[in-house]
Structure formats: structure tokens, C-alpha cells
């Protein structure tokens, strides 16, 4: 119960923190959000999205799970997605991963786990997909950081398959996708450099026409 009362003394803190910096802040908050970004991360609790890129109460809009999972069939992730991008419009969508990522990690056993076996199944999948530059890093810790890479690379690809994405850019909306890894150890976040500002990029199997 410490800890619970902390955080409930904490949040009074950080009000009054907010309240001497700017007596309107929260009356600003209480009119409605236009965030620019959609942040689709891991759920790890050292991954704290507002704080990584030192952003402000209605400025992200965010999405978390097991490993920053882009799935077709989770509704959750859908309806965040549908809503920033058509009620919200933002910008720019990140998916960000971690370096150290027990998700991504489990995938590259066999151990079962329980439940979550079936969604890291999924990330299996990007596994099997590159299994061949995977498997020619020797070093675990090396593949396992470059694991983290390629899953983060699929769930952007992933991302613009949707056909929310995808009618969004047909009717002209500026949206980009970008994949970044976080660096627990270090706090530095690490640009992919893979930027989808529509489905040209796409294989022609997923692109759809409207």
C-alpha cells in the first residue's frame, strides 16, 4: 500500500507542478486533443513514450502491447489506429521497439509460456521470415537486437497494409509511418530509416484499390 499511496501523492505533486508553470494547462487539455503522432509501442514499462521524446500531455496518442505488435485481427489496435488517423489525423504514426525486448526474446525459444504464446506466435512468424540473416549472426545478443530491428521494419510494413492506411493516403491524407528501436541502456533512440508515405512500396498483393 506505500507504493499506492505514492503514487496518489505524486499525482497531487505533478499537478501542482503543472498548475505553477501554466495556471490554464489542464483547462487547454479539457477542450479536445489534436495530437500529431501515433505511437504504437511495447508495453515494457521502461518505455515510456511522452517522456523518450519529451513531449506534453495531448501531444501522443498511443498504442501498447507484447512487443509493439501490428495484427490484422486485434480490434484494439485497429480502432486506435482508424480514430488518429480519420477522427484525429495525425501526421506521423512511430512504431517503436526496444532493445531488450522480453517479447521478441521468447519468440526465439521454444519455452512455453502460457496464454501469451499465441501472440508471440506472431512474432515468430518475422522470425521465420528472415531466418536466413538471423541465423548467420552468431552472437545471441547481436541477433537478438537485430531481431528487435526486423520486427519493428515488419510492423511498419504491416501498418501501411491496413486499409485504413491505404484509403488514407488515397484521398491524399500526409501520413508517414517511421520505425525506431529505443535504447534502454542508453535512452538514445535509433532511426530505422524506414519512412512509408503511401503503398508504392508494397507488394502488389497488398495493395488495394478503392
Request: net charge negative.
Amino acid at each position: 500500500m506505500d507504493f499506492y499511496k505514492q503514487i496518489l501523492e505524486n499525482n497531487k505533486h505533478w499537478v501542482s507542478s503543472k498548475l505553477d508553470s501554466d495556471p490554464e494547462f489542464f483547462k487547454r487539455l479539457e477542450n479536445g486533443q489534436q495530437p500529431p503522432l501515433l505511437w504504437i509501442g511495447c508495453a515494457d514499462s521502461r518505455v515510456p513514450a511522452n517522456e523518450i521524446i519529451g513531449t506534453q500531455p495531448g501531444e501522443v496518442f498511443v498504442h501498447r502491447n507484447i512487443a509493439n505488435m501490428v495484427i490484422h485481427t486485434d480490434m484494439n489496435m485497429l480502432s486506435v489506429l482508424d480514430y488518429s488517423v480519420n477522427a484525429l489525423k495525425v501526421q506521423h504514426i512511430i512504431v517503436c521497439g526496444h532493445y531488450g525486448c522480453g517479447g521478441v526474446k521468447a519468440a526465439m525459444d521454444n519455452q512455453s509460456i502460457g496464454l501469451i504464446d499465441n501472440w508471440i506466435r506472431h512474432i515468430k512468424d518475422i522470425y521465420r521470415m528472415h531466418v536466413h540473416e538471423l541465423e548467420t549472426i552468431k552472437d545471441e545478443k547481436a541477433r537478438w537486437d537485430r531481431f528487435v530491428e526486423l520486427n519493428v521494419i515488419e510492423q511498419v510494413y504491416d501498418l501501411a497494409e491496413t486499409s485504413i492506411l491505404q484509403n488514407a493516403w488515397k484521398n491524399k491524407q500526409k501520413v508517414v509511418i517511421h520505425g525506431w528501436v529505443y535504447g534502454v541502456g542508453t535512452g538514445i533512440v535509433k532511426d530505422l530509416n524506414v519512412h512509408l508515405t503511401g503503398n508504392e512500396n508494397l507488394d502488389e498483393i497488398y495493395r488495394l484499390k478503392f
